[in-house]
C-alpha cells in the first residue's frame, strides 16, 4: 500500500522489508500518506486492511464464520423448521443457529428464526432449541 500511494503522489520509491517494525512503520507512512491521496484508493485500501483483519480474527478464533451444521455420517442436513430449506448454519462459538434464507418468513411476526444448542434430561443428548421454545429434536 505504500508503495502504490507512493508511487500514486509521484514520489521515490521506498523498498522495505517484512520485519515487524517495517510494518509498523509502512502502516504510518500510509495514514500519512493516505491524507494527500484520492479517496477511492483509501476507500479501497480501508476494504482490503478490513479483510485482513477480518481473516485474522477468524484465525485466532475470536469471531466465529457460519458454518452448516454438523451432523451424523449418512444423516441428512435438517431443514429450517419455518422455510423448510436447507439453509441452516451455525456459530459454533456463540451457540447460535440461524437460518440464512432472507426470504424465511420466520415466526410469521418478522423475526428470523434463532435457536442455540441444549441440554435435554428429557432425550438425554442435546437438541436444538429455537427462541420461540419449539425443541427441533436430537443434534446430532
Known sequence: ?????RDDLDFTPLERGGSDANTR???KAVMRLAESADDFIIRSYNRELDKWWKTAKIALDEIDIPKRI???PGKAEPPCPF???HTLRVKILENEIFCINPACPGDGQGKKP???MDYS???GGWVVRWSDGIIMGEAA
Open 1 to 5: 500500500m505504500e508503495s502504490e500511494l
Open 25 to 27: 512503520e509502512a502502516f
Open 70 to 72: 454438523p451432523r451424523a
Open 83 to 85: 422455510c423448510k430449506n
Open 114 to 116: 434463532k435457536a442455540y
Open 121 to 123: 434430561d428429557v432425550v
